[in-house]
């Protein structure tokens, strides 16, 4: 009889315990966000995190009645590590949506466990165009490569930029980077004298600069990962390139706002293509940066920033919509947003589940003693051309 007591209040123990996780998990709205803190492309963390602290500064840390709350792990920017930090928040901690990636790898390797356990997952960095077609359940709001390097290849065709050479990092973004940018210069007409790829680990470009400065092209095309365009322009000016009368235009990605102030005047003049700058003029954007400042002493925030402060208002607006109800419900509610960010207008394509938004052409040019990226051309409502069909 005693131990048929003890059972029961074993049970009802257990059922109580059971109840209030229940309880406690249905009281919370929780987002594992999964960036690189440390290593490489620390940057890339830092600038996430902190624009995801700052959205929920500015717009509260509960919504549709629950507390949101935001657990940030370090994946030091290796695929493995990603995968097995996503099984864990979503397995034992229950987060109701996955976000941040840093590099395509990392978002590659984590697409399987968003499909399996029906979780969205936020990309707000990585940019191969590919990256949505991984998962059902993945949805971007940073940007893909082949949008800033079909601007850019438009761009170059119509300023008698004719002879190029393109090198990238030898990874996704850096192949789609060449072979839309490639594609579209050939059809413009003009030529593409030499394809190099540079190694992702421990980069060296002076032996591929050396041979780009031998071809004498009108211009070199870069595309390097948010934070190595620092060694980049210092290693191009190193090799002379710039006095050899050959123009560097890229994507984005190699005058990061992050970063671009320490690049020195090899910098200036550089023309991009990118889908934001810190010196966007909206009243959104001024506010933005000056927010973002004032939370980080100083920092001025990137384009990597930007990902992630509008992947925290998609995330918000699906919670809204679904009253803090996870799965595809919140998947479906993330389709179709349309808002303007601080980078200008942008919606999630509701077939793609990618982010179209305006590219502009830009120039670095020194304002006020410090260099800025200045936008001096737009081009609206830009498509993924990798999946624009």
């Known amino acids: 009889m005693n131990k048929r007591r003890l059972l029961v209040a074993s049970v009802l123990s257990g059922l109580a315990l059971t109840s209030m996780g229940a309880m406690a998990q249905t009281d919370t709205f929780k987002i594992g966000l999964i960036l690189p803190m440390t290593g490489p492309f620390a940057s890339t963390g830092k600038q996430i995190e902190a624009a995801a602290r700052l959205y929920m500064a500015q717009n509260g840390s509960t919504v549709a009645g629950k507390k949101v709350e935001l657990i940030v792990k370090d994946d030091t920017s290796a695929p493995d590590v990603t995968k097995r930090i996503a099984q864990e928040l979503v397995v034992n901690d229950k987060v109701s949506v996955l976000a941040g990636f840093g590099l395509t790898p990392l978002a590659l390797a984590t697409a399987p466990i968003a499909t399996q356990s029906k979780t969205p997952l936020v990309v707000m960095a990585a940019a191969t165009s590919s990256i949505t077609e991984a998962s059902p359940f993945i949805v971007r709001t940073s940007f893909t490569l082949p949008q800033a390097a079909v601007a850019m290849a438009d761009w170059a065709a119509s300023n008698q930029i004719k002879k190029v050479v393109t090198l990238v990092s030898d990874y996704g973004p850096g192949i789609d980077a060449e072979k839309y940018f490639k594609d579209r210069l050939l059809l ?118 930007v990902g992630g402060y509008d992947g925290m208002r998609v995330i918000y607006e699906a919670a809204k919509a679904t009253k803090g109800a996870g799965g595809q419900a919140l998947l479906d509610a993330m389709k179709g947003q349309i808002f303007e960010s601080p980078r200008g207008p942008m919606f999630i394509d509701a077939q793609t589940r990618d982010v179209v938004h305006n590219i502009y052409i830009r120039k670095v040019e020194k304002v006020n003693g410090q260099l800025y990226n200045q936008e001096f051309a737009t081009i609206k409502d830009v498509k993924d051309p990798g999946k624009a069909k």
Request: glycine fraction near 12%; avoid cysteine; hydrophobic fraction near 40%.
């Open 188 to 305: 413009n007409g003009g030529q593409v004298l030499d394809t190099l790829r540079v190694p992702m680990r421990n980069p060296d470009f002076a032996p591929f600069l050396q041979k780009v400065r031998d071809l004498k092209p009108d211009a070199v095309y870069v595309f390097v990962p948010s934070g190595i365009g620092a060694p980049l322009m210092k290693q191009f000016a190193e090799r002379g390139l710039d006095k050899a009368g050959i123009k560097l235009i890229g994507t984005g990605d190699i005058t990061d706002d992050d970063i671009l102030n320490g690049m020195g005047d090899v910098a200036n003049g550089v023309v991009t293509a990118h889908h934001y700058s810190a010196s966007h003029n909206s009243p959104l954007n001024k506010k933005f940066v000056e927010a973002f400042g004032k939370a980080n002493n100083g920092l001025r925030p990137n384009f990597m920033a």
